[in-house]
Structure formats: structure tokens, C-alpha cells
């Protein structure tokens, strides 16, 4: 089995994301993904990465990985050239499991549960949908609602209701990021007395609405330096929050270890890694309690089984990061089944049942607050013929089709 092609689709209405198909000379396909900067990654993946992949056995997927990140793309950079190896990764995978007739998850060495909670990240129909950015800053009132769950909009304005409407569909894990909008003022370096009563507000609504059935995950996006990092947590305590993500940029271990060491309360970090040697400097200095990949970003599923493995020696639970697109999720929901150490898997509600469904098929499904086993073989996903015949799709061919 050789590859013969690699293609790339991206559709203007979601710029964000890539799509990669590997192509075999079985006339077999697999399917990747991943998100940001989609010019750059296909660039990188047409004029570098494709000469070098046509040819070769689609099946040797950790002698690929090894090429594709050693010696282009460094040990700890989420930049384009991880991205586009990401996501040739994840193909690999889905076109492994394709050919051989399994799932991924059996691949990766079979299931370790038979359901997988999930926890709910609280954005909308638009967040990060085609800008690179979406904080709470500029968020404005959503005049016409795309569906009912607004729920950027909705923590932004009531959590209370919000927190009852995850638990009604069985979600009992809810993520919000109500500090953002407040760093832009001072660059993150400090926050005045009212802003944080404002960004604490709707804790206070959560759990007045539903005391502890919900765990509340609070992103910091890296947006504050450890001082007023420090500050937020220690204003938290009151509402037992489930964990603290990324408070400061993942670019001094040091200092987030003695944010943990502080925080009283866990440190989730983070999916804006690459590569286990990047996460091994976490580990060993106890900076994170909870490891946070993303497998788009990391270095795809072979580099992000690795990462996870190693944190399993260190104690740690894993929670894939996805916030970004169905492919992407698809593949974390396979690789947290597999997990011994899996925690709980991260998911959009607003983007599983708005923009993803209208995509992708063969979606996890999803009951009572937990993911049911994917039993197609490979990712078990594909993109809807509609897909390549849109008036804003932009397509890419190296290779013989």
C-alpha cells in the first residue's frame, strides 16, 4: 500500500478549519483535521509535507510521525507545520482503521470504558467559527439566536438557567470564561475590584441555581500574569470550581508550577503544547494537575497517545481539549475511550448540534451527558458530498487522484 495523493478542503464560512484526505492506492481514503491559520498549514502541506509523504506506506504511521516532527517542525511548536502534521496523523490513523475494518480506539489498543462523560464548553453558534479569535470582550447581545444554545450569550447574562439546561440533557460539567473581556484593560496585569465581582458573577448564579451538581471549569485563556492569576483563584474558592485552565502563558514552567503549588484548586494545562517534551516539563515540575492536549495541535493521535501514557506515569488524568471541529472531536472521543487515564472529554453543544452535523457524518453520539462507543471502522466520520460542491470551498490536490 503506497499514498498516492494528499488533498486539502477548506470552506470560506468556517475558515478555521482543514480538512485532510490521505489517499491510498487501494482507493481507500483516511480523514484528518485541524484548525487556525488554514493558508499557512496548507501551504506547508502541498509544498513540504506532501512530496515527502506520496510514496510511502500509509500503514508506518510512527515512522511518519517521526519524520513529520523531528525534523521540521522542532519538539514544542503548535505552529503550521504541527498542524498540517496533525492532521496528516489523524488521517493515517482513520485509513488504518478503514482498511483493516475496526475503529480507531481498537487500534489504539481497545476501550477502557463503555461511555465517556462529557463536559460542556459554553460558546456559541459563532465563537471561533470564521475569526481567529473569539473573547468575551466584544461579545455583543445575538439579535436573532442561530438555535437554542447561545450559551456564551447565555453565562454572559444568566448562568443560572444555562447550568439547568446542561443538567436536564445529563451534562453535569460546564466550562465559562467570564475574566476574559477584564484583561484586555491592563494587558492581564491587573483587575479592579468591580470587574472581578462582574466576572464572578456568574458563579454565584450557577450555583445558586444548582449548587454542587455542576463542575464549573474555568479557561483563563493565558490572558493574565501569575499575580492577578493568584488573585482570581484565591476569589474562586468560594464556589469550589473543578479546575483552572491555562491562567498564564505556557511559556515558563516554572511559574505555573508555583501557580499549582498556590491555586489550591486543580491547574489544567495545556492544549496550546506540542509534543511529549513539551508536556514532560510539566510533569516533572508539577506544574499541572490535569493534562490538556489537543490532538490537531499536538502532533495528531500517535503524538497525543504518548503524551497521555507518559502523564499515566506521573499519576495524572488526561481531558482532550475541542472547541474546535467534528473531525477533531471524533478522534479525541477515540483516543479518551482508549485512555486508562482519561478524565472527561471536552465538547460545544452548540457546535454538535448546529455546524457539525451539517458537515460531517457519522458523528459520536451522544446520550444523557456521555458519548457511546464508535464502532465504524476508522474515525468512523466523513464530510457530506455537499461539501465539495459549495461555491466557498477551496480545494487542493498534490499527488495522482
Known amino acids: 500500500m503506497k499514498i498516492k495523493a494528499i488533498e486539502s478542503i477548506n470552506l470560506r464560512e468556517f475558515r478555521n478549519v482543514t480538512w485532510i484526505r490521505v489517499h491510498a492506492d487501494t482507493g481507500v481514503y483516511g480523514l484528518g483535521e485541524t484548525f487556525y491559520g488554514t493558508e499557512a498549514v496548507c501551504g506547508y502541506l502541498h509544498e513540504t509535507l506532501a512530496p515527502s509523504l506520496i510514496g510511502k506506506d500509509p500503514r508506518e504511521i510512527d515512522n511518519i510521525s517521526r519524520m513529520m516532527l523531528n525534523p521540521v517542525c522542532g519538539f514544542n511548536s503548535t505552529g503550521a507545520e504541527m498542524r498540517a502534521a496533525s492532521a496528516v496523523d489523524i488521517a493515517l490513523w482513520d485509513l488504518a482503521g478503514k482498511t483493516l475494518g475496526v475503529?480507531?480506539?481498537q487500534l489504539l489498543?481497545?476501550?477502557?470504558?463503555?461511555?465517556?462523560?462529557?463536559y460542556n464548553t459554553c460558546a456559541g453558534y459563532q465563537y471561533v467559527r470564521d475569526k481567529q479569535v473569539n473573547t468575551t470582550e466584544d461579545w455583543s447581545t445575538i439579535s436573532e439566536p442561530e438555535g437554542p444554545y447561545e450559551d456564551l450569550e447565555a453565562f454572559l447574562t444568566d448562568a443560572g438557567p444555562l447550568a439547568q439546561s446542561l443538567l436536564d440533557m445529563g451534562i453535569t460539567g460546564m466550562k465559562i470564561w467570564p475574566f476574559d473581556q477584564f484583561a484586555v484593560k491592563h494587558n492581564g496585569t491587573y483587575i479592579s475590584p468591580e470587574d472581578l465581582e462582574a466576572g464572578l458573577r456568574p458563579f454565584k448564579q450557577i450555583r445558586e441555581a444548582v449548587g454542587e451538581k455542576m463542575d464549573i471549569h474555568v479557561e483563563l485563556h493565558s490572558v493574565w500574569n501569575l499575580p492577578m492569576a493568584e488573585k482570581i483563584a484565591r476569589a474562586l474558592k468560594p464556589y469550589n470550581v473543578f479546575w483552572l485552565e491555562d491562567?498564564?502563558?505556557m511559556t515558563n514552567a516554572d511559574a505555573l508550577a508555583e501557580y499549582a503549588r498556590r491555586a489550591e484548586t486543580w491547574v489544567t494545562a495545556s492544549e496550546n503544547l506540542a509534543t511529549r517534551w513539551s508536556f514532560r516539563e510539566l510533569f516533572e515540575k508539577k506544574a499541572t494537575d490535569v493534562c490538556m492536549l489537543d490532538i490537531g495541535w499536538c502532533g495528531g493521535l500517535t503524538?497525543?497517545?504518548?503524551?497521555a501514557t507518559m502523564a499515566e506515569t506521573y499519576e495524572l488524568p488526561v481531558a482532550p481539549h475541542d472547541c474546535t471541529g467534528p473531525g477533531l472531536l471524533t478522534a479525541a472521543v477515540h483516543l479518551s475511550f482508549n485512555l486508562p487515564n482519561a478524565l472527561v472529554q471536552e465538547m460545544v453543544r452548540a457546535f454538535y448540534y448546529g455546524w457539525y452535523q451539517q458537515l460531517m457524518t457519522g458523528l459520536p453520539v451522544l446520550e444523557n451527558g456521555y458519548f457511546n462507543v464508535p464502532t465504524a471502522p476508522g474515525l468512523g466520520i466523513d464530510l457530506v458530498p455537499e461539501v465539495f460542491t459549495r461555491d466557498d470551498a477551496t480545494i487542493r490536490i498534490t499527488g495522482d487522484l
Not at 303 to 307: F, L, M, N
Open 103 to 105: 475503529p480507531v480506539h
Open 247 to 249: 491562567p498564564i502563558k
Open 109 to 118: 489498543g481497545g476501550k477502557s470504558r463503555e461511555k465517556l462523560r462529557v
Open 303 to 307: 503524538e497525543a497517545k504518548k503524551i
